[in-house]
């Protein structure tokens, strides 16, 4: 943890440069060598970005970030350049034809034609409003009882039974939100600037071409999603405001208002998986022991070595994310729980990743890195086929809740997706709109997306500003659309699952062992899938978790 030095750095980098290459076994001497040394880069990136993570106010975390990010980052761009561009003048470049080196030859080669030395400065600073951003989030907070909470302990409360406490909360959420609106605004906008400007410089007409190369999305474009989009809009939409006028009526309201969109519409008490996050850790242990048990192995051993930080708490950063730290091979997993079932589910999400890390570490570095349509469908595959294995964590009855919620969950985010992905397509191609512009454009987007059965009045202001709290806009933008198509994935898998759990289990593990060797779609038929995102496949999945919520129901 922070043992590299910049003048490690730079050696390091030197050493590379002038290592002779005069035969194919020097060639992958070289690249072994290079392999081992930008993982141990990665691992200090990684860990300075994850301290300052989880404590938002240390200062020297913050220092040490920022040093990365100002003085290190620099060396790190020019440096990788004159590497890759040393490999591509190699003569022995073809004679190699290990597994994985075609995708990390092509990956080298779109860096090449990607680099220009005047976004350098361009993306060190956007590195530091990342950081930023989760600063700002991370000292949101709200008074209740005499006690601060953090937004995630508020929002716990929005799931009480007490109409008028959850309206007390939401009110008082909305106000700290609305605090940092026109911070928040400002940060995106200087943040959209920049992007605009690094793909002017490397020369695309937009941010959006410049990231779909950039994110090396060859097996779709950007008018795929804008057929994604579509789809969602006509075949889930209506899913969603079927669910939203059931809850309507089981709730007995005249209006829904956006603090009933939480709690039970029955009147049971929120479900409660766990108290604190050691019970979390032991029972998710249990649960992977059951399903596989060197799952749970993998588990035990990123606890021994302190890579969980899984409760909410002050100036902690929002969100939750699974770093994979290449050097040790073991990852680092962030969430922020408050005994929740959402909380459950993310703890699986992320242990998807983890495993996905586990299973692709016999790889080199270089090819173990997958793209995120690939890395989404092990997280999102993982909430699925675990939920009959979630009685770990309830009792019979609750289980069944547990489970409706999940497929109602898996379906209704789409919309979302389907819109933050719609939302940041607008934000790149017209770059130069206002902060009220773009706050109208999102709330055009809820009429689009949004079921419209929800009362906004008196917060309409708080419907326009929800994409604030989407960190992906601010940290790693267009990163969204991948959790749709993976969730079309993970369902096709878990209908697998169903007819067939151990032969799905080991398609699965082989198709994550794969890391990033493979191409998307043939990841995706090693796990006995298609990487489809048709509207005819959609709604076929749609009706498929449709049918399964109704047998859960009856």
Same mark, same amino acid.
């Given at each position: 943890?922070?043992? !590299? ?5 730079? &050696? ?15 060639? %992958? ?24 993570? #989880? ?37 022995? /470049?073809?004679?190699? &034809? ?19 030395? *005047?976004?350098?400065?361009?993306? #060190? ?11 700002? +989030?991370?000292?949101?907070? =709200? ?16 799931? *009480? ?20 609106? $026109? ?34 999305? #060859? ?16 075949? /889930? ?6 669910? @939203? ?18 709690? $039970? ?10 108290? #604190? ?50 050097? &040790? ?11 929740? +079932?959402? $909380? ?5 999400? *992320? +242990? ?19 793209? !995120? ?6 997280? +999102? ?5 675990? !939920? ?9 009855? *609750? ?8 497929? %109602? $969950? ?8 389907? %819109?933050?992905?719609?939302? %940041? ?18 709330? &055009? ?15 309409? =202001? ?27 994935? @993970?369902? @096709? ?35 006995? =899938? ?25």
């Amino acid at each position: 943890m922070n043992s !590299m030095t910049k003048e490690i750095l730079v &050696s390091g980098y030197d050493h590379l440069l002038q290592f002779p290459i005069s035969s194919l076994n020097d060639f %992958q001497t070289w690249l072994q060598n290079r392999a081992t040394f930008e993982a141990q880069v990665e691992e200090e990136s990684g860990w300075r970005y994850i301290k300052t993570t #989880t404590h938002t106010n240390d200062e020297q975390a913050q220092q040490a970030f920022e040093e990365f990010s100002t003085e290190w980052y620099p060396i790190i761009a020019e440096k990788a350049h004159e590497l890759n561009q040393k490999m591509l003048q190699c003569p022995f /470049i073809e004679q190699l &034809s290990e597994p994985g080196f075609h995708r990390y030859l092509h990956d080298v080669k779109k860096q090449v034609q990607l680099f220009r030395e *005047e976004n350098i400065p361009l993306e #060190t600073e956007l590195r530091l409003l990342g950081n930023e951003y989760g600063n700002i +989030m991370g000292t949101l907070e =709200i008074e209740h009882q005499g006690k601060s909470l953090t937004l995630q302990q508020a929002a716990k409360l929005l799931k *009480e039974n007490d109409r008028a406490l959850r309206e007390s909360i939401y009110r008082k959420i909305g106000a700290a939100r609305l605090e940092k609106r $026109d911070q928040l605004n400002h940060l995106l906008s200087k943040m959209i600037q920049l992007r605009h400007q690094m793909a002017l410089n490397a020369g695309f007409p937009n941010y959006l071409e410049y990231k779909f190369v950039e994110l090396g999305r #060859t097996d779709y474009t950007p008018a795929d999603c804008l057929q994604f989009h579509q789809a969602v809009e006509q075949a /889930i939409v209506p899913i969603n405001r079927t669910f @939203a006028q059931l809850r309507k009526e089981q709730l007995q309201v005249e209006n829904l208002r956006p603090w009933d969109l939480k709690v $039970d519409p029955l009147g049971r008490a929120p479900l409660s998986p766990f108290q #604190t996050a050691a019970e979390l850790i032991e029972k998710s242990k249990n649960l992977f022991q059951r399903l596989d048990p060197s799952m749970a192995e993998w588990l035990k051993t990123m606890e021994e070595h302190q890579r969980l930080d899984l409760e909410s708490r002050a100036h902690k950063a929002p969100g939750g994310y699974q770093y994979p730290l290449p050097h &040790s091979g073991i990852p680092f997993i962030f969430m922020n729980a408050t005994g929740t +079932m959402a $909380d459950l589910s993310t703890m699986v999400h *992320e +242990m998807g990743h983890a495993v996905h890390t586990q299973l692709a570490n016999s790889l080199s570095t270089l090819y173990q890195n997958p793209p !995120m349509e690939v890395a989404e469908l092990a997280s +999102m595959s993982m909430e699925l086929v675990t !939920m009959d294995l979630w009685d770990e964590f309830f009792g019979a009855e *609750e289980l069944l809740r547990a489970k409706e919620d999940q497929l %109602q $969950d898996a379906i209704g985010m789409l919309p979302w997706i389907a %819109q933050v992905d719609a939302f %940041q397509h607008w934000l790149y191609i017209n770059p130069n709109h206002t902060s009220e512009e773009r706050e109208n454009h999102w709330q &055009s987007l809820n009429e689009r997306f949004g079921t419209g059965m929800v009362d906004f009045t008196g917060f309409e =202001i708080l419907q326009k500003i929800a994409w604030q709290g989407q960190l992906h806009i601010y940290e790693v933008p267009f990163y969204y659309i991948e959790y749709g198509f993976a969730q079309l994935g @993970a369902i @096709a898998l878990w209908r697998n699952f169903l007819g067939n759990p151990t032969q799905c289990l080991e398609n699965y593990k082989k198709a994550l062992a794969l890391g990033n060797t493979e191409s998307i779609p043939n990841v995706y038929e090693t796990a006995g =899938i298609s990487f489809n995102f048709s509207p005819e496949y959609l709604k076929e999945l749609a009706s498929f978790v449709s049918q399964e919520f109704q047998k859960i129901k009856a």
